[in-house]
């Protein structure tokens, strides 16, 4: 059980547009820790997509952004393609905890 | 290029131990925090410690505390991760990363088996 809540899995048509929810609580994403998304591309290490809520770092197509407002946070991909198929992860951190925390994942297949 | 590479992984029997260890190169390693990220086969992502930039701030997720034990030397621009007492649920990819506002970048990881 992961403290961050994601869809097992989303789908679209190339092209489309999908979205990836991570819901949280009060003791991480709404308490005003940032919101981090990886990619992991299956039998490959993961890899950082967004930081800080909804930053891309250098190389990361602006098909790809995020959000973040009250206890939840999403990741958005527009213009689906086909080598946007892998696990997508979201992190956050838990004042509870005291310790960094990740969703559970989301597969992402590209019908 | 920032790299970062991981080792010593392989096969522990139940109660034994292990060192692994990351190699950072690429960038000035005495300035960033540290991490130790693992993935069991077919799960998730999984953080396991935190090191601060000079080694003094160090954090454990409860189930690793007292039993892994986490360095690093500056001057060697290494990191390690001493397991002890491993389980059959530690079986996993140990990865290293770097950083603490988005984890970047990931090395290629180790593979840590607990079995008899």
């Known amino acids: 059980q992961s403290v961050l809540t994601q869809p097992p899995s989303v789908s679209g048509a190339p092209g489309q547009r999908v979205t990836i929810s991570c819901t949280g609580s009060?003791?991480?994403?709404?308490?005003?820790?940032?919101v981090h998304w990886y990619q992991q591309v299956p039998g490959t290490a993961p890899k950082l997509l967004i930081y800080?809520?909804?930053n891309r770092p250098s190389g990361v197509p602006d098909r790809f952004s995020g959000s973040k407002s009250g206890t939840s946070a999403s990741l958005a991909i527009t213009g689906l393609q086909a080598e946007d198929e892998a696990d997508y992860y979201c992190?956050?951190?838990?004042?509870?905890?005291?310790?960094?925390?990740f969703g559970g994942g989301t597969k992402v297949t590209v019908l | 290029e920032v790299q970062l590479v991981e080792s010593g992984g392989g096969l522990a029997q139940p109660g034994g131990s292990l060192r692994l260890s990351c190699a950072a190169s690429?960038?000035?390693?005495?300035?960033?925090?540290m991490n130790w990220v693992r993935q069991a086969p077919g799960k998730g992502l999984e953080w396991i410690s935190y090191?601060?930039?000079?080694?003094?701030?160090?954090y454990y997720r409860d189930s690793v505390k007292g039993r892994f034990t986490v360095s690093r030397d500056n001057a060697k621009n290494s990191l390690y991760l001493q397991m002890n007492s491993l389980r059959d649920e530690d079986t996993a990819v140990y990865y290293c990363?770097?950083?603490?506002?988005?984890?970047?970048?990931w090395g290629q990881g180790t593979l840590v088996t607990v079995s008899s």
């Open positions: 990363v770097r950083g603490n506002n988005g984890y970047d970048p």
């Open positions: 690429g960038f000035i390693f005495s300035g960033y925090v």
């Open positions: 090191i601060g930039s000079a080694g003094t701030d160090i």
């Open positions: 009060s003791s991480n994403i709404g308490a005003d820790y940032d």
């Open positions: 800080g809520n909804n």
């Open positions: 992190q956050s951190y838990d004042s509870s905890l005291s310790g960094s925390v």
